[in-house]
């Protein structure tokens, strides 16, 4: 799907090739160990480990026969290995390292997120720090609240990816572990020092314990971690939708020379890519739900999760791959218009400023009832197109006798309400 697009990493750990490299690591480590214990020959191992190889069409060719992969993989490298193959897979089931495999592949591919990630972050503080005083209207139900700055929006997306971070490191761990603990994870027919020496040789730390796989609860964290930052990168994704909006025009996507934005329309300039993070995203939460369903399995195991796993995997780890770098450049060029943010500001006319004066009035000894009415009152008679919300209030004869006329004139000053946003950034930044 987006082959075109994804980095050639990402890729590469999910393709047969390298699916069938780590398959073999698996089962290479496993004849040393056993050849450590001297349960099979030294020699053996040594032979194992210089012959094996493989080739994926004859793979294939065996597998129409056998009608099983790991059977027809193991076949195949035999017949590059010759007689020490017989100690190829010894005590272990498929899964045993199917699910090492995988680990390690998981593995992979959450290091190349994380990288994303990191990269993401820096890019967010930056323009954060850029726009920190950058002052804009702060909107609730997509209405004129009060005011705050393009810095605290970004600050806040900031906060939101580095949790999602955590998650994402929290999630690798969980998914590090392999086994190598035969058919129904009992040990019967492996040294568990065999599953030890694999794992430690590969970057894995062994199951604490296993039925015939992986517990899939393991697999369902990562595709967790996955979900959440699909629905950070639509978040912040629509808000850029919204504030490329025509009749609010505060950001907007880099147009590079050439772009074309309509077939039928020339003047159109459109927010494409938050749009494709959008839809991308309700593909990444997708793959959760299936993921939550393989936790349960018959008994020690079946294969119900196998089919969903080789669609979820490679599709799950590439799509939010590729969202979060496009991300990283959608944000790294974005468009901000500060002129822009200033001309809305003011379009209610100072009504966001209602709030302070209902707070004076409470100050004064006046009911909170009482005050919402006045302020309410004259914030009506601005909607109705009556005047500014200063001069209306300047003209209220019960209002000021309260409030006095300086005092009035105070209350419209930005800073009030940017008073605390070297706090917010060094919550969120550090003191740095």
């Known amino acids: 799907?987006?082959?075109?697009?994804?980095?050639?990493?990402?890729?590469?750990?999910?393709?047969?090739?390298?699916?069938?490299?780590?398959?073999?690591?698996?089962?290479?480590?496993?004849?040393?160990?056993?050849?450590?214990?001297?349960?099979?020959?030294?020699?053996?191992?040594?032979?194992?480990?210089?012959?094996a190889d493989f080739d994926p069409a004859r793979i294939a060719e065996i597998e129409e026969e056998t009608r099983h992969d790991v059977i027809a993989f193991?076949?195949?490298?035999?017949?590059?290995?010759?007689?020490?193959?017989?100690?190829?897979?010894?005590?272990?089931?498929?899964?045993?390292?199917?699910?090492?495999?995988?680990?390690?592949?998981?593995?992979?591919?959450?290091?190349?997120?994380?990288?994303?990630?990191?990269?993401?972050?820096?890019?967010?503080?930056?323009?954060?720090?850029?726009?920190?005083?950058?002052?804009?209207?702060?909107?609730?139900?997509?209405?004129?609240?009060?005011?705050?700055?393009?810095?605290?929006?970004?600050?806040?997306?900031y906060d939101e990816m580095r949790r999602n971070l955590r998650r994402l490191q929290a999630a690798r761990e969980t998914i590090s572990y392999g086994k190598i603990s035969g058919a129904v994870g009992t040990f019967a027919h492996v040294d568990p020092r065999v599953e030890e020496y694999v794992c430690e040789k590969l970057g894995l730390k062994p199951a604490p314990a296993s039925n015939q796989v992986i517990q899939r609860d393991r697999y369902a964290e990562v595709f967790c971690a996955l979900a959440m930052v699909a629905s950070t990168v639509e978040k912040i994704a629509v808000e850029i939708r919204h504030l490329q909006r025509t009749e609010v025009l505060e950001a907007?996507?880099?147009?590079?020379?050439?772009?074309?934005?309509?077939?039928?329309?020339?003047?159109?300039?459109?927010?494409?890519?938050?749009?494709?993070?959008?839809?991308?995203?309700?593909?990444?939460?997708?793959?959760?739900?299936?993921?939550?369903?393989?936790?349960?399995?018959?008994?020690?195991?079946?294969?119900?999760?196998?089919?969903?796993?080789?669609?979820?995997?490679?599709?799950?780890?590439?799509?939010?791959?590729?969202?979060?770098?496009?991300?990283?450049?959608?944000?790294?060029?974005?468009?901000?218009?500060?002129?822009?943010?200033?001309?809305?500001?003011?379009?209610?006319?100072?009504?966001?400023?209602?709030?302070?004066?209902?707070?004076?009035?409470?100050?004064?000894?006046?009911?909170?009832?009482?005050?919402y009415k006045i302020v309410q009152t004259r914030a009506m008679e601005v909607w109705a197109g009556k005047g500014t919300f200063k001069e209306l209030l300047l003209q209220d004869e019960q209002l000021k006798k309260y409030i006095s006329s300086e005092e009035i004139e105070e209350i419209f000053d930005l800073d009030y309400h940017l008073k605390h946003v070297d706090t917010i950034f060094k919550r969120v930044f550090g003191e740095a």
């Open 1 to 51: 799907m987006l082959e075109r697009y994804s980095r050639p990493q990402m890729r590469e750990i999910w393709t047969e090739e390298n699916k069938f490299r780590t398959w073999l690591q698996v089962e290479v480590l496993a004849a040393e160990a056993w050849a450590e214990l001297g349960v099979i020959p030294r020699e053996a191992a040594e032979e194992i480990r210089e012959k």
């Open 74 to 157: 193991l076949t195949n490298v035999a017949e590059y290995v010759g007689p020490s193959a017989r100690y190829l897979h010894w005590g272990l089931t498929s899964s045993d390292m199917l699910d090492t495999a995988m680990a390690v592949r998981m593995q992979q591919a959450m290091d190349l997120i994380i990288q994303d990630m990191e990269k993401l972050l820096e890019v967010i503080k930056r323009r954060a720090m850029e726009h920190k005083d950058t002052v804009m209207i702060g909107r609730s139900h997509g209405i004129h609240a009060e005011p705050i700055t393009f810095g605290l929006k970004l600050a806040i997306w």
């Open 252 to 371: 907007e996507e880099f147009f590079r020379k050439g772009q074309k934005g309509s077939s039928a329309m020339p003047h159109k300039r459109n927010p494409i890519l938050s749009e494709n993070l959008t839809g991308l995203a309700r593909m990444v939460r997708s793959h959760l739900t299936p993921a939550l369903e393989n936790v349960a399995l018959w008994h020690e195991r079946d294969i119900s999760h196998s089919s969903v796993e080789r669609f979820i995997c490679p599709d799950g780890f590439i799509t939010a791959d590729f969202m979060l770098a496009r991300l990283t450049g959608l944000l790294d060029k974005l468009v901000v218009y500060p002129e822009n943010m200033k001309k809305n500001l003011n379009l209610l006319k100072g009504l966001i400023f209602s709030q302070i004066v209902l707070l004076r009035l409470t100050q004064k000894g006046v009911s909170r009832e009482e005050s």
